[in-house]
């Protein structure tokens, strides 16, 4: 039930039969987990005929990986107000020089994103951890995705309005989505494609490499421990 309804870390804690400190533990070192549980549950849906929910879930599962991503990269420099994600500026200080190539013009004016960045932490004290800025970040700190994983591109590039735009107006409509219709959101040809794509961002993204969503989600094991229990079950 935990995990039908999306309460990802409520499953794994119960899944993962440790002491509550323990799975605490667990949960902090593999932080990149639910996203997992997220798109596995994706494709789940999808098998079950509900291609919106499929489409909810693997949107999902990206929204929450870079939200996880900068808890992990930054910690320390993270604080919540008002339980909102808050970037504090001291990040500028932070030995990885997460700002190095930010660029400015000759009037030391910002003029690229990773520089506007820096002077809007600088003016505020601090940045909301939203998506946008998350991406921004990830991609300078994690270049190496132009070689690596160049479609991870789609998260920021605005050309044809944007995943997230893209995303907002599916959000806003109260219509059904067709298989389709997920495939070209994602950009792909085939639904296979479309899982293969999910696997390979997350896997790029968490630094993890597991060959399948199924592997990678702890819910197959327990669905075949129900499975069993269910064929092997007598009646009093």
């Known amino acids: 039930m935990l995990w039908n309804y999306a309460k990802f870390k409520e499953f794994l804690k119960s899944q993962l039969k440790l002491s509550p400190e323990d799975a605490e533990e667990w949960l902090i070192s593999n932080w990149w987990q639910p996203a997992y549980e997220a798109a596995y549950l994706a494709t789940i849906r999808l098998k079950q005929g509900n291609t919106v929910e499929a489409f909810f879930h693997s949107f999902r599962a990206f929204e929450g990986i870079f939200a996880e991503w900068g808890n992990h990269e930054f910690s ?21 020089n997460y700002f190095s190539q930010a660029k400015f013009n000759k009037k030391g004016e910002p003029s690229d994103d990773l520089a506007k960045l820096k002077c809007k932490i600088e003016k505020e004290g601090g940045i909301e951890l939203e998506l946008s800025s998350l991406c921004k970040l990830f991609r300078y700190h994690r270049s190496e995705y132009k070689e690596q994983c160049p479609n991870l591109k789609i998260f920021w590039d605005s050309s044809g309005g944007g995943i997230s735009k893209k995303r907002n107006l599916i959000f806003h409509q109260l219509q059904g989505m067709s298989e389709e219709n997920l495939q070209d959101f994602w950009a792909v ?11 390979n961002f997350l896997n ?15 819910m197959p094991q327990l669905h075949q421990e129900l499975k069993e229990a269910l064929n092997t079950y007598q009646p009093e």
């Open 76 to 96: 320390g420099y993270v604080e919540s107000k008002k339980d909102i994600p808050w970037l504090s500026r001291s990040i500028i200080e932070h030995p990885k």
């Open 204 to 218: 790029f993204i968490t630094q993890q490499d597991f060959l399948s969503l199924q592997k990678a989600s702890l």
């Open 189 to 199: 040809d085939s639904l296979e494609a479309w899982k293969s794509q999910i696997l």
